[in-house]
């Protein structure tokens, strides 16, 4: 398994990602460095899109990070079958989609442009430690 990336920190107990032969489950991923929440609060209508890009980004590493920690030597994520995007969303708050493309992004980055199966963007009540997102993945390895 590659260990060499700095793997986020459960803020619990369990694991940040699980391999079963060729897929890898994430668990949820919030915008952490080092075990410390960096962004929080509620989704507002008011506030701009862009401003929750940054957080939706780091989150969305920090999801990829414990995926690529199951990888063997040679061996890459080929597609992400599920994007899940969880959003501390107030009730009025309708664009879900727009933010979840910030996620679908930065994986095109990171993968490939094509590398997004199917996708679903949440609008919750509240997240852990009112984190504004959190993120899941299911990954295909080869």
């Given at each position: 398994m590659n ?36 962004y929080t ?15 939706v ?13 199951c ?24 664009e ?6 910030y996620a679908?992004?930065v ?14 963007a949440i ?20």
């Amino acid at each position: 398994m590659n260990r060499n990336l700095e793997q986020p920190i459960p803020q619990g107990k369990y694991l940040p990602a699980v391999r079963n032969n060729d897929l890898i489950y994430t668990s949820g991923m919030t915008p952490r460095k080092a075990g410390k929440l960096i962004y929080t609060g509620k989704i507002r209508v008011t506030n701009p899109i862009d401003s929750h890009k940054d957080a939706v980004r780091l989150a969305t590493l920090n999801a990829l990070t414990a995926a690529q920690a199951c990888l063997n030597e040679g061996e890459c994520i080929s597609v992400i079958l599920q994007l899940s995007v969880f959003l501390n969303a107030e009730d009025e708050f309708v664009e879900h989609s727009k933010i979840a493309d910030y996620a679908s992004a930065v994986l095109m980055e990171k993968l490939d442009i094509n590398c997004i199966g199917s996708r679903a963007a949440i609008g919750v009540a509240s997240l852990p430690s009112n984190a504004p997102v959190e993120i899941t993945l299911i990954a295909k390895v080869v």
